[in-house]
């Protein structure tokens, strides 16, 4: 019989709020996150998922952050349709041939009840033209953007939407790949090639800021392949984030699409010097998958871990009652903590609930809140409280007067941020793996290597490379703005 | 030949921005307000509207308005899916029956190439349970509802969402009637009869708040008639505002559901007692149609006119540049007093185009900005500023010094907000006619009356007044509260 040895032992004692594990299983432990956090979960809709309070407080957070930089940047929000006439489809090739497969089509007005008594299509409502449900806008914000622009004076015109969006998705994951989705996609206009250029690349630096800043995302900024382009697009920009499995998600990309959309929506302009001309437009998004990288950032296997940028709540404070004796005054320390904390700008929630105490404590550990705070009988003789870091659990825990925590209150939130974000750092920098050689691609995959590799772009194109990445499910993620297209990073992604 | 009298001469005189003027035609001046002020249009998609920049900004300052109050009441935003089941709407027979007829239905999932070429729903990808584009969530909400709520302790549970809906519709005009709108609606679940009472109330009251405080709208909260319920409601809660023409906008609804969703959709909780009983729930909405009621309610014959709280911007600064040499300080002035402006935290333009001074005072006109701001070379010579309110036109220009004004702004724009609603307020008061029986409702619409009458409500029913409704489109708009039920508002109504 084989005896567990001591590192098998120590394992086992470790019990975690999530299971399995990350290491057991990424992909399960990912959705238990989410249960267990209660941010999300699939609906009745074939793909499409309910975006729970917790989890929708997260995306507004993340929503206004962008939103103000957006603003800054002089882009003006506004609305358009949800249905987009078959014939825009149809104008850009390529975007067809990107877009138009899988899509929710809408063909009927009218419902009727059919014999049975059962509702259906009314037949006499069958539209003449069909509709399909916006995949994105690019050809319906460029119908607009035709009729706009007329003069070189109504350039640049730079145009956002937060908006839902449907591509019908067969193999559906909570945030990360689900029919209908939440996104804001920007559409801008300029008179150059080099505006339109610079636009992109601006609009992607925005983004990267939002990732680093906020999220506490690290990440890789770059240039996608050619084969990774965004349909129709000239040049598509990306910032690409490893995951804690080692695989890359597509954090959000920045399209400059040149002429071409400007060209199939008729979107054309009067320059100074009075020649007609086609605009150059830029396309940029950010959705809900954001979330789904977050997640895999920074959770752990007990559950949620939340940068206090974007978090729901920055804190909450569990009252420690033993009687009903002291209970009142617990409760009143407690609200007075509150209000002192809001009125500092922090988001803060008491649970008052009748719950047992521990099941609170793994309620704010499971959802990731950044600072649980403890208030007992003796804290509030003492003037004081206990506060323990989700990042870095028991060990944290200290108590220390009240007037002290509020002096420390933020500092220790910016630290907490500024860990998460150096945490991930170390984790994708100690995983990216520069190889000389094609074979060495193959055997790092092969050995059960977690993360990227970096190899000379040369090799892009090449029939060994492909064969390669076509084996161990790989994809060319970008060649990073860094090394100026002269590698490319190569990695498993979702 | 008859003589133009000296009072249609006068009137011949007066030339207005906008043509023809609200007593011309309304329906069309309503459209061209929106067109000069530049804040939607149609779009290709038949019955969906565009919502430009500047119409989209007065909309989030609404939302946020509103998002705030929605959050002070312990409401929670989430995300519900945007398509629906079939099946869910047909649950509640009284919803079909109201609903059912005119959605957007989605019948396919991809699309293909036909022989010439041509994109078309295909056949391969046709959904064997069809979903219909949601014109409300009720169903939708309530099936997560049902999985939410299991105990007492669940209740109240508060959820709101902010998304587009659609509903067919055939006539359509900006903002009042599109076949896409946004809005929000909430949806709360309670344990009893009397707090989903209560809660349906409580939110109308929030409503009442955002018009008459923000969107400074007086109206008329109160009961609806049992015909004019929403499709499954024990009682629905109206706001009805008068426009300028004496017809009825409905600005939100508020719906007291009873048990007849939870029943339809299963929402059942464990009581106190362990016995398993349906809950209460109510739903409530506002949407983009508050935009028209806002247009209908304050603009005049040279445009939009815009309540400050809800201003896209609260004030224009037009640099007026006569020559080059002191073009540099003027600009620099206006640039100095824009950033005093924002540091109060007013929203706050500069027109620094190259187009004619009087075409950028009539643009500021017809968008309705609150005040206008012109800075000359004596002005900054002076220190001083020429300001323009528009709601009382250029009889209020005045030159103040830079600082004067500024110690006054906030007040300056108080008090538009308050004349709005003032002005406002008299034409609806002056418009309201009670009259004692059913003929006399006749009589004032058949002499063209402008305005809403006020009827004894124990006349509703009656074949007579059923007949007089018919007769001239008539409608009950609501059992106002402050009469206790005794009466009836009767209108034309939009």
Chains 1, 2 share one sequence.
Request: hydrophobic share 35%.
């Amino acid at each position: 019989m084989n005896k567990p040895n001591a590192q098998q032992q120590q394992k086992k004692k470790v019990r975690t709020a999530i299971t399995p594990t990350r290491d057991e299983d990424f992909p399960i432990w990912y959705q238990n996150v989410i249960k267990a956090a209660d941010m999300a979960e699939n609906s009745p809709v074939r793909g499409s998922m309910v975006i729970k309070p917790y989890g929708f407080a997260l995306w507004e957070n993340v929503q206004r952050a962008l939103d103000d930089m957006i603003k800054d940047a002089d882009v003006q929000n506004a609305y358009f349709p949800l249905l987009i006439p078959l014939e825009f489809i149809s104008r850009e090739a390529e975007h067809v041939e990107g877009f138009a497969k899988e899509c929710a089509v809408v063909t009927h007005h009218r419902l009727e009840q059919n014999a049975d008594g059962k509702l259906v299509p009314a037949e006499g409502a069958k539209l003449e033209d069909p509709y399909v449900i916006r995949p994105t806008s690019e050809t319906i914000i460029g119908d607009s953007m035709s009729k706009w622009i007329n003069s070189y004076r109504d350039l640049p015109l730079k145009l956002n939407q937060w908006c839902n969006v449907m591509r019908w998705e067969m193999r559906t994951r909570l945030f990360l790949r689900t029919a209908e989705f939440l996104w804001q996609e920007g559409h801008n206009a300029f008179g150059s090639a080099e505006e339109a250029h610079e636009d992109a690349m601006k609009m992607l630096g925005i983004y990267e800021r939002l990732y680093r800043e906020y999220l506490a995302m690290p990440g890789i900024a770059g240039e996608k392949t050619a084969d990774e382009r965004f349909p129709g697009a000239n040049n598509t920009y990306t910032y690409e984030s490893m995951m804690q499995d080692g695989k890359a998600l597509q954090a959000c990309t920045s399209h400059d699409l040149g002429q071409n959309f400007a060209k199939s929506s008729d979107i054309q302009f009067q320059n100074q010097n009075g020649e007609m001309q086609y605009a150059y437009t830029t396309s940029w998004g950010l959705s809900t998958r954001s979330i789904g990288g977050l997640i895999m950032t920074h959770a752990d296997d007990d559950g949620m871990v939340m940068p206090p940028k974007v978090a729901p709540y920055h804190a909450v404070i569990l009252p420690i009652i033993r009687d009903d004796a002291t209970k009142g005054k617990i409760l009143e320390a407690c609200e007075k903590l509150k209000e002192q904390m809001r009125s500092i700008g922090l988001r803060v929630q008491i649970d008052a609930s009748d719950r047992r105490t521990p099941d609170k404590m793994w309620d704010s550990i499971k959802k990731g809140v950044p600072l649980r705070i403890e208030i007992g009988a003796r804290e509030v003789d003492d003037g004081t409280l206990t506060h323990v870091r989700r990042d870095l659990g028991r060990e944290s825990k200290t108590t220390c007067a009240t007037a002290e925590f509020m002096g420390n209150v933020q500092a220790i939130l910016d630290d907490i941020q500024a860990q998460l974000y150096s945490k991930a750092e170390a984790f994708q920098d100690n995983r990216i793996n520069a190889v000389s050689s094609i074979e060495q691609v193959g055997e790092f995959y092969k050995e059960g290597g977690v993360g990227f590799v970096s190899l000379d772009s040369a090799h892009l194109g090449s029939e060994a490379l492909d064969k390669i990445m076509k084996k161990y499910s790989l994809t060319p993620r970008c060649l990073p703005f860094e090394d100026e297209g002269k590698t490319v990073i190569i990695a498993k992604s979702y």
